[in-house]
């Protein structure tokens, strides 16, 4: 069973920053790419960044400019550090990955979220 751990969450003032790190561990096979998602009170899931194994990356248009997205493959960790944080911020975010073979059997995984609340 793969299991993600995710950590770097915690109360900021708008306009501060935060680093999200995510790490995978167990029965790994493949790792492919990580990302980040994000859920705030009220609203469903959305897509936050994503990085393939290369390194290339994309993003949600309202984090652009503000977010990174990083990885360390030897650790299997992925990074998102978050500068100029606003309001709208304000979430649960949480790290997914998928291992496996694409086409074949991957799958995704997910962590238990780590909590990200700006403050005016």
């Known amino acids: 069973q793969v299991q993600l751990e995710e950590s770097g969450g915690g109360l900021v003032q708008r306009g501060g920053s935060l680093r999200l790190s995510c790490t995978a561990s167990g029965n790994i096979r493949n790792l492919n790419d990580m990302g980040w998602y994000r859920q705030a009170p009220g609203k469903e899931r959305e897509f936050v960044a994503v990085?393939?194994?290369?390194?290339?990356?994309n993003y949600v248009d309202s984090v652009k400019g503000r977010f990174t997205i990083s990885r360390d493959n030897d650790k299997n960790t992925a990074f998102l550090q978050m500068n100029d944080l606003k309001l709208e911020d304000t979430a649960i975010y949480y790290c997914n990955a998928r291992t496996g073979w694409p086409h074949v059997d991957e799958v995704d995984h997910w962590g238990q979220g780590t909590q990200v609340v700006v403050s005016s």
């Open positions: 990085i393939t194994t290369g390194g290339r990356t």
